[in-house]
């Protein structure tokens, strides 16, 4: 049994849904497309799961936050693939491939070909166990990666109002949980093993300022230690967590964000890898002429850096699948893939973005006492990277634009004495 496609994107989150509108705009006709996801509903932004999706009065639920909403493009219901001649293989999780085939092999045991494959399979959540713990499956330890997490985390969430919650990681998952845990009138300890939290984005100073508001919000921080066993009670429910340095915390709920590994597996043998995901050049193309892949699980070149890289931001994603169709469909027009990193986050009643490379020297500005701040990265003499917390929309837009132009900077010291005139300037 088996079905044949022009295009197929595997791969069903955030890129999936993006390159979906682009193929429209270019142009595919009724039946040439498919999209194939594990999940089993249409693409969505994934983001909405760490925020909107945990909040205790009138959450998100889909189908309000289907891709494209997070670029303020067209909501892609089931409907709208219905209405556009794409094909959702929902539920569906592909066992194998065979790009010299150009086939994929489905659990349920179809065959399906393609002409042109795009690989957006993202990423999936490390587990405690690749670290030598055991007690993932309890029923109140829960990861965030996609929907059927986001469910399952609400339901403990709802069990455990007053109680304890130990959050371990102290990065992206680990800050937006505890503030969402927080709002949740959940007591938090935040475990990481860094002196820090986000300690591959900020500099000890930037992550003074959040762990310091987030204490004012009562979270308990635990740095420089690890997670070392659960404590279980005799349902198997967890009840407290022991940590490497001998301190006991209690907990009714464990949320775990310690990073991702991208879902490479199929394609191992097959396609060139580096840096951990599939190498692509600058139009998203893979070391097989017809296939492409994007978003978490692409490693493409950062022109700008002159470098290869894999970032894990929907950003990324939405862009690099938007190119990779354009490349596909267009590919006399289209140029080189040309991004500029860009990274956000908000939590409370803050809101920071980034973009660049944090490289280099560091140079602040604004009132680190008060609620707009920033930083820019300055390295072989260029600002390389920027950082702004409370900003307007024009502020981050000027820092976008600036931080793209790598303006070569003489005098740190005159840079700090400008701090956000300096882009609000050029
Ligand atoms: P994504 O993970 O979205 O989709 C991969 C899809 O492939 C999934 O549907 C999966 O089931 C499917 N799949 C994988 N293997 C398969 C197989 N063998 N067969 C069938 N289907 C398969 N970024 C940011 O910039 N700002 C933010 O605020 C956030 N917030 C955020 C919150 C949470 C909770 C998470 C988990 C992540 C974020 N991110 C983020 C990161 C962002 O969501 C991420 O970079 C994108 O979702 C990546 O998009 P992809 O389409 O590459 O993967
Ligand atoms: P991460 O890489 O941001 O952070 C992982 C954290 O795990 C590290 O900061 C470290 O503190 C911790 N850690 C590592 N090993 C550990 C161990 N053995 N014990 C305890 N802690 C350990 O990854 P994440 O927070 O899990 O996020 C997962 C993915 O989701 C990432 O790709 C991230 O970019 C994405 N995400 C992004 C956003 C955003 O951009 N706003 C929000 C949520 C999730």
């Given at each position: 049994m088996g079905r044949a496609f022009v295009y197929v994107i595997l791969g069903g989150g955030v890129a999936a849904g993006y390159a979906a509108l682009e193929f429209t705009n270019k142009g595919v006709s009724n039946g040439e497309l498919c999209i194939i996801s594990e999940?089993?509903?249409?693409?969505?932004?994934?983001?909405?799961?760490?925020?909107?999706?945990?909040?205790?009065?009138?959450?998100?639920?889909?189908?309000?936050?289907?891709?494209?909403?997070?670029?303020?493009?067209?909501?892609?219901?089931?409907?709208?693939?219905?209405?556009?001649?794409?094909?959702?293989?929902?539920?569906?999780?592909?066992?194998?491939?065979?790009?010299?085939?150009?086939?994929?092999l489905t659990a349920a045991g179809e065959t399906i070909s393609y002409k042109y494959l795009i690989i957006a399979t993202g990423a999936r959540a490390l587990r405690l166990e690749e670290f030598g713990v055991s007690g993932s499956d309890a029923p109140n330890v829960c990861y965030l990666r996609d929907l059927a997490d986001a469910t399952r985390l609400v339901d403990v969430i709802q069990t455990?109002?007053?109680?304890?919650?130990?959050?371990?990681?102290?990065?992206?998952?680990?800050?937006?949980?505890?503030?969402?845990?927080?709002?949740?009138?959940?007591?938090?300890s935040m475990v990481f093993p860094e002196p820090h939290c986000m300690g591959r984005l900020f500099t000890p100073k930037i992550a003074n300022y959040y762990e310091e508001f987030y204490k004012t919000k009562g979270v308990n921080f635990v740095k420089g230690t690890v997670l070392s066993s659960f404590v279980f009670d005799p349902e198997g429910k967890v009840t407290g967590v022991n940590l490497k340095d001998g301190t006991y915390l209690p907990a009714d709920l464990v949320v775990v964000g310690i990073g991702i590994r991208p879902n490479t597996s199929l394609f191992e043998g097959q396609l060139t890898l580096e840096k951990g995901g599939i190498k692509v050049n600058s139009q998203l193309q893979t070391s097989n002429s017809?296939?492409?892949?994007?978003?978490?699980?692409?490693?493409?070149?950062?022109?700008?850096?002159?470098?290869?890289?894999?970032?894990e931001h929907v950003d990324a994603a939405r862009k690099s699948a938007r190119h990779a169709v354009a490349a596909i469909m267009e590919p006399d027009k289209t140029t080189d893939f040309d991004y500029l990193p860009f990274f956000y986050s908000r939590v409370f009643s803050l809101s920071w973005q980034f973009y660049g490379d944090n490289l280099g020297e560091v140079v602040y500005?604004?009132?680190?006492?008060?609620?707009?701040?920033?930083?820019?990265?300055?390295?072989?003499?260029?600002?390389?990277?920027?950082?702004?917390?409370?900003?307007?929309?024009?502020?981050?837009?000027?820092?976008?634009?600036?931080t793209r132009l790598k303006p070569v900077i003489e005098d740190l010291s005159e840079l700090e004495r400008q701090g956000l005139d300096f882009v609000v300037a050029l």
């Open positions: 999940e089993p509903v249409a693409p969505y932004e994934r983001p909405a799961l760490s925020k909107g999706f945990l909040l205790p009065e009138a959450p998100a639920r889909l189908p309000a936050f289907h891709t494209c909403v997070g670029a303020n493009e067209e909501r892609l219901t089931p409907k709208w693939y219905k209405e556009h001649g794409i094909e959702l293989i929902l539920g569906t999780r592909v066992k194998s491939a065979d790009v010299r085939r150009k086939t994929l455990s109002t007053g109680g304890n919650a130990v959050v371990i990681g102290g990065g992206y998952i680990g800050m937006e949980c505890a503030a969402s845990l927080v709002i949740n009138k959940i007591n938090v017809s296939v492409y892949a994007v978003g978490d699980v692409a490693s493409f070149p950062v022109k700008i850096f002159g470098e290869t890289r894999r970032l500005f604004g009132d680190f006492s008060g609620t707009s701040f920033g930083a820019y990265w300055v390295h072989k003499g260029q600002l390389v990277g920027s950082f702004l917390e409370g900003g307007s929309k024009e502020e981050y837009e000027a820092i976008a634009k600036v």
